[in-house]
């Protein structure tokens, strides 16, 4: 049984459909990319799955662990061990990095059924953590966010995760905005928390990060279709002749009088 | 008659009875300003609405109430135990307790020993030095302001604080106020002076309650005289009964180099209205005036600010934040002088709102007078709900959906808790705060 089963979805904003029949089956184990252009849907799909409510889904469905997603709150979805790198992470003014965190473990643990940490297991876990993804500890005292610059912002996201331990992990453009240097603590703090119990999606246009992060399966997102998935070789095909090729290929309606067609 | 003649002859009538108690000393210069203080009272009447300064702030139900304006302290009943709620939850330091507006010695705590510092009664401080009546109660800025002049004209206690030339104080100074009434709507109206002499540094914590259910009207003036290079940090903490009315006036004076904080913090009372306003006397001084309000139901809380920029080179910052919830109404009023030749003034205004339900309302004004031309000045307001991309933020990463409504609302208010440097009223503030924002909601008595 997959992790993550996506089934026929469609979704969009008030009337306006985004999303046109998404399938897409993610195993344990197992890392995803899914690429594409500007305003092909990739936050929409991100967003969907971690339960944002300006999406509708208007048809089809989502299993995650055997379950219907769909019916769980945003929180519930955390809590079963989804979790969503935000491609432009909130700032939060007036709530400490540290605070924001043990609340969320805390909520976490709870609904597992497993002990709550107290402040000083809380802070042992987290000076771990940080060495995995080379994290700055001035940052923790911080307010969420707040005054980060994009790359601390993105880190921000991925220690999140480190310390969170999801099961399903999406990873929304964690690579914009990175310098090398960046990307490839990034990419090394994913691949430590990688294990066979667990999966990864990663979204993103460029193919860069795909250097560190190897995916197993590479899918290309196109106006709220995915039109093509193959191998890692496929990111290495885009980077060359970017995503024209593919629309002929899957003999897609032209992107424009498609467009058209869904207003 | 109408309403507000019949009000006047009420007072007129408290007046008269309140001068025959006082025998003899109706001919000490004391005296004099209480009949000032009435005559004003009596020539302007209550205010309403059709006045700018009461435009969003109707107190008709306070000029519609014959308040018996309480002489004594009824401190018959009140024990230690009902100062609890006002209290700052430690033994020792310097609590100076005033039950309807007068000093209880018995429930007041004062060290034996403070080198430099005069604290207690007010009504004390004038027995023992008439002259400071002239000297500082006379200069009161806000004379023309009935609810300062209704408190002139029956001036009798209230707190006195002074802090010599070049002493600090460490500890801060507890001015807990507590109505206490029967059935009689009672008006309370404490008058507290505080003197900081030249680089003296002292802090002074207001506290307003009322014991009971009983209606009453606390009409406090506070004023607040910081000298050459002193500093003084003036927290208030409102948390009268949700029957009651509370007017509260604060005027202070810096001195050049001074310098002067104040946070109010508003959470109780029907009816609520703060003026604070600060004068500079003096070049390079600086003012920070930081403002909490947390209501809901039918409270009206309504702060007026003035900060007057009358000496050049000084620099004032405000941050006004309010929390309102049912049908609550938040009124802002901040308004800044710069005179002609306060150059190089730097002033700096906010005025944040969070409105948790639909009919909570907030009517604010910044009001910026600038006669000056080399200044800088910026104000800014924000009226609005939750940020729900911060909510989804919060939930995404397990947190309820209550939890993070709760979490951001109090991330909002504590941001002017966190400016409260004596730490237990801080520590206080957390945990009032804690309990009043939960469940998405502000709560009231819990
Ligand atoms: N909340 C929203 N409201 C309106 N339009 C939206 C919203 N979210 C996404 N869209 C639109 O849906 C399309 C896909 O957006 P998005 O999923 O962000 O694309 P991508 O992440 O692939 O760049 C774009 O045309 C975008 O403008
Ligand atoms: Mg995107």
Redesign the pocket.
């Known amino acids: 049984m997959s992790l993550l089963e996506v089934r026929n979805l469609h979704a969009?904003?008030?009337g306006?459909a985004?999303l046109e029949g998404i399938n897409l089956s993610v195993g344990k184990g197992e890392i995803h990319a899914i690429m594409?252009?500007?305003?092909?849907?990739?936050?929409?799909?991100?967003?969907v799955l971690a339960g944002?409510e300006?999406?509708v889904v208007t048809e089809g469905e989502v299993l995650y662990q055997g379950k219907d997603l769909l019916g769980l709150s945003p929180e519930e979805r955390a809590r079963e061990g989804l979790f969503l790198a935000f491609?432009y992470p909130v700032e939060i003014p007036g709530v400490t990095n540290m605070y924001f965190l043990k609340a969320a473990l805390n909520a976490i643990r709870k609904h597992r059924g497993i002990e709550e940490l107290d402040a000083m297991e809380f802070i042992a876990l987290v000076k771990e953590k940080m060495k995995v993804i080379d994290f700055d500890q001035s940052l923790l005292n911080r307010p969420v966010n707040e005054g980060f610059s994009g790359g601390e912002k993105k880190r921000n996201e991925i220690f999140q995760m480190a310390v969170l331990d999801p099961t399903l992990a999406i990873l929304?453009?964690t690579d914009s905005g990175l310098d090398i240097d960046a990307l490839r603590i990034v990419a090394e703090g994913v691949n430590r928390l990688r294990s066979p119990e667990n999966a990864v999606v990663v979204?993103t246009?460029y193919q860069r990060l795909l250097n560190y992060i190897v995916p197993d399966f590479v899918h290309v997102?196109i106006d709220?279709r995915i039109v093509k998935s193959g191998g890692k070789e496929l990111a290495l095909v885009l980077e060359e002749k970017g995503y024209d090729w593919i629309r002929e290929e899957s003999g897609d309606v032209p992107a424009d009088a498609h467009a058209a067609g869904s207003k | 008659m109408n309403a507000s003649t019949e009000t006047k002859d009420w007072y007129a009538g408290r007046f008269a009875r309140f001068e025959e108690g006082l025998n003899g000393a109706s001919q000490s210069p004391l005296h004099a300003l209480r009949r000032a203080g009435f005559a004003a009272f009596a020539a302007k009447g209550f205010p309403t609405t059709a006045e700018e300064e009461w435009r969003f702030t109707n107190v008709s139900p306070i000029a519609a109430t014959q308040f018996q304006p309480a002489f004594d302290c009824e401190e018959s009943g009140v024990t230690e135990p009902d100062l609890r709620p006002w209290s700052l939850g430690r033994t020792g330091g310097i609590v100076l307790v005033l039950i309807n507006g007068h000093f209880s010695g018995g429930l007041s705590s004062i060290p034996a020993s403070l080198p430099g510092v005069s604290v207690g009664s007010l009504a004390a401080a004038l027995a023992r030095d008439p002259a400071l009546a002239e000297r500082y109660l006379a200069s009161a800025r806000g004379g023309g302001d009935t609810f300062t002049a209704l408190n002139t004209a029956f001036l009798v206690d209230g707190a006195f604080v002074r802090v010599d030339d070049g002493v600090t104080l460490q500890e801060p100074v507890h001015i807990l106020s507590l109505a206490s009434t029967g059935g009689t709507p009672l008006l309370v109206q404490p008058r507290h002076l505080v003197i900081a002499g030249k680089g003296a540094r002292l802090s002074v914590v207001e506290t307003y309650g009322g014991r009971g259910p009983g209606v009453y009207l606390t009409n406090a003036v506070t004023e607040i005289f910081v000298g050459e290079g002193g500093g003084v940090e003036h927290d208030t903490l409102q948390m009268e009964n949700l029957n009651s009315y509370h007017v509260g006036t604060t005027l202070i004076s810096l001195k050049g180099k001074a310098s002067f904080t104040s946070n109010a913090i508003n959470l109780g009372g029907a009816l609520v209205r703060n003026n604070v306003s600060a004068l500079f006397q003096g070049e390079h001084a600086e003012c920070t005036l930081n403002g909490l309000s947390v209501a809901t139901g039918t409270q009206l809380v309504d702060n007026h600010t003035v900060i007057d920029h009358a000496s050049p080179r000084c620099e004032s910052h405000e941050l006004y934040k309010a929390v309102l919830d049912g049908s609550a109404r938040g009124v802002f009023n901040g308004k800044i002088f710069v005179r002609q030749d306060a150059q190089k003034t730097d002033a700096k205004q906010t005025n944040k709102t969070l409105l948790l339900s639909d009919e909570a309302t907030i009517d604010t004004k910044p009001q910026l007078e600038i006669f000056a031309d080399d200044v800088k000045c910026t104000h800014g307001a924000t009226v609005g709900q939750l940020d729900e991309e911060q909510v989804f933020y919060l939930r995404a990463r397990g947190i309820g959906a209550t939890e993070a409504r709760d979490l951001l609302t109090f991330a909002f208010a504590t941001d002017v808790i966190n400016r409260v440097h004596v730490d237990a009223l801080r520590e206080k503030l957390d945990v009032l705060l804690h309990t009043r924002l939960r469940q998405g909601r502000v709560n009231l008595e819990v």
Do not use: F, M, W
Not at chain 1, 37 to 47: C, D, I, V
């Open positions: 969009g904003v008030q306006n985004i594409g252009p500007n305003g092909s849907g990739k936050s929409t799909l991100a967003g944002r300006a999406y491609q929304d453009e979204v246009h997102l709220g």
